[in-house]
């Protein structure tokens, strides 16, 4: 009998908690390939870890020297990261190189991870919002559009190579140990800020749930877009009881006011282009993810809250 060869994959943002999870879910049955841009990650002696600009011509190299049956693609810059050209240049270019490489090599499996901020939050966003709903926030936040930019290149790419089996994930939320995005830094402060008058509805993935997600659709090549949610959600400030925060609130007028707030009590944690998803619920509709991928989230909201309130920090 022939052993099957194992597949040889690349991970991008290795140095993310997310993406040494799913390394951690796959190092067992596939060949990986660790690179991100920010720092070199040592995650063992049998993945090749990389620190590399998507940009330069060393990045080529690896696909030329691994021959990469698929890329999972966890490298996005949040937008409380970096400078905005930065992140541009790291979430857009970088990712526009990165399809570029996948094609040029015969790439068989492609998942992009995007995030659910694309939509937008504003008042009057529909209770469930799925799949099809248009991307509103880079018409909200400056901030925000290369994000938006990194999707709608994604997709460009989903239906220009279909050879490449591209599938585009939309999470809320995701939070637990060792995220340290800036809802993750919230639930885990003694006292966080809220804007008075407002509590929108959220969601919240663990961690765990969310690279169990990632493996789920790189082992399907199913294309298209996916939001990837629990089919639950909570009010931000009674989260925050949950977690065992304090609330400060902040007044929400003039639009120029909460800025100030934050920036003079150096809350960088509650970044004023999210503003309005502290203002509006921006609830997705997770249940097509659900039902093509056979997905259910074994952790509970109770389950994640219980993490936050054992570990608080200081403001």
Known sequence: MVEKSRPQILVTGAAGALAQQVISRLRDTCNLVAVDFREQVYLGDDIPSYCIDFNKRSFEDLFRRYRFDG???????????????????????????????????????????STFHVYGAVAYNPALIDEEAPLKSAGLSADLIDSVEL?????????????LNI???????????GVRNSISTLLGMERAPVLAGFSPMMQF???????????????????????????????????????????IPVPSIPPILPRMILRTLNLRSFPSYLMHFFKYPVVIDGRAFAREFGFTPKRPLKEIFRFYRENKKPV
């Not at 599938?167 to 140990?177: E, W, Y």
């Not at 298209?224 to 009010?235: E, H, L, M, R, T």
């Open 167 to 177: 599938t585009i994930l939309r999470p809320c939320n995701i939070v637990g140990p």
């Open 71 to 113: 890329v999972i693609h966890l490298g996005r810059i949040m937008s409380s990261q970096l400078t905005r050209m930065r992140r541009y240049n790291a979430n857009v270019l970088g990712t526009q190189k990165l399809l570029d490489l996948s094609h040029k090599y015969n790439i068989k499996r492609v998942v992009v991870l």
């Open 205 to 247: 993935i663990h961690i765990d749930d969310m690279a169990d997600a990632i493996v789920l659709t790189y082992n399907k090549p199913q294309q298209g877009i996916f939001n990837v949610a629990p089919q639950d959600w909570v009010a931000y400030q009674h989260a925050l009881k949950l977690c065992g925060c304090g609330r």
């Open 151 to 163: 999707e709608n290149l994604a997709n460009i790419y989903l239906w220009r190579y279909p050879d």
